[in-house]
């Protein structure tokens, strides 16, 4: 009689490391990869617009933005914040914005518009500082000036 002996074999194997679909990032730049599931999910970053892996900022120039807005920082926004004096009124030409100070005040627009002097005088067709402001912007800077009929005496 023949005894029969059999060995099973069993194989151990250590799992395999779950690998990162994200490393290295198949997003390209200005992208961010995130694992959904085991595949990879693309996405541009914030304040980047476009698809992965085209993804870019709203602007490099203010030429790609509206003619009433600048790029700063890759944005397109107002440039009027911060830009003018007290008092002064800003509009935008072309990007770039223009500091005026309201009709009655005088002053440079980009540091301080303040009342103008009252004066006094008889004579008619004058020019003076209570009828003028300053029209600026930070390429030129022209004085502008109003001829009145007649002022009256104080």
Known sequence: M???ISFLLIAITSPRP???PCIPSPCGPNAQCR???SSPACSCLPNYLGRPPNCRPECVTSQECPSN????????VD????SCGAQALCTVVNHNPVC????????DAFVACTPA?????SSAHSTDNANSFFSSSR???SRMHFHSESLSEC
Do not use: D, W
Request: net charge positive; aromatic share 2%; glycine share 10%.
């Open 117 to 121: 002097p009252i004066t006094c005088k």
């Open 35 to 37: 694992v959904v599931g």
């Open 2 to 4: 023949r005894a029969c």
């Open 18 to 20: 779950v690998e990162n």
């Open 100 to 107: 005026t100070c309201p009709q009655g005040y005088v002053g």
């Open 139 to 141: 390429h030129r800077r």
């Open 79 to 82: 440039p009027c914040p911060g």
């Open 69 to 76: 807005l600048a790029c700063r920082n890759e944005r397109c």
